[in-house]
């Protein structure tokens, strides 16, 4: 891809049909990667389990980027949990003694600004609640009566759609990858193109199907 960029608007390039058909050159608009800001909360204003939580994610010897994402994916499951009934008083541990509440707030996609959050941070979520379990187990299992991890599995569960004999969960968004797919008329211009050159896969089997459709000398 060449071309030159607006200066004011986005940036915008040409792609070049390389002379094949009669695909023409087109103008395309290169996807501006937008830093995304996460104002993660400082240890003081989380609940006294989620800052044990961080602690134990560094003591455990994760990256440093899980020891930020994970309490700040807690303390967005804790918001998603209020926005659906849990006490501002609560926390973690009361959540977790909800098990329909604890799965409602793991699948609920709405974000702090109003839009919808994507699968991945959805998935992203449950795997901190699934560590959370497992780091603070000592703390939540007297609360349960029984392992944490056992409490998420249930959890989810009981908002996951049973399909077959397994479970599949709702709610995000997918994420948007990749640029302007060629259309149609384009894909089938290439492969004609391809199938004339001498050698190619393509031009060997049009060869063939010519030969077969070929009616008979008589």
Do not use: N
């Not at 599949?168 to 968004?173: A, D, F, Q």
Request: net charge positive; hydrophobic share 45%.
């Amino acid at each position: 891809m060449i071309g030159s960029f607006a200066a004011a608007a986005e940036p915008t390039g040409i792609q070049l049909s390389l002379g094949l058909a009669d695909v023409p050159p087109r103008a395309v608009v290169r996807r501006r990667s937008r830093a995304r800001f996460r104002p993660h909360p400082p240890v003081h204003m989380m609940s006294p389990l989620t800052a044990q939580f961080k602690q134990r994610l560094a003591a455990t010897g994760t990256s440093v980027a899980t020891q930020k994402a994970y309490p700040f994916q807690i303390q967005q499951l804790l918001a998603a949990a209020r926005r659906l009934g849990l006490s501002d008083r609560d926390g973690p541990a009361e959540l977790f003694r909800d098990e329909a509440l604890l799965g409602r707030a793991m699948i609920d996609d709405r974000s702090c600004t109003g839009g919808t959050l994507s699968r991945w941070t959805l998935a992203q979520r449950r795997a901190a609640v699934r560590s959370f379990a497992r780091l603070m187990a000592p703390e939540l299992r007297p609360v349960l009566g029984g392992h944490p991890e056992a409490v998420v599995m249930r959890a989810l569960r009981r908002v996951a759609e049973r399909i077959g004999g397994g479970f599949r969960l709702g709610g995000g968004k997918p994420r948007h990858r990749g640029g302007p797919a060629p259309t149609s008329a384009e894909i089938a211009a290439i492969i004609a193109v391809a199938a004339t050159a001498p050698g190619s896969k393509a031009s060997a089997t049009a060869r063939s199907l010519r030969c077969c459709t070929r009616p008979a000398a008589v």
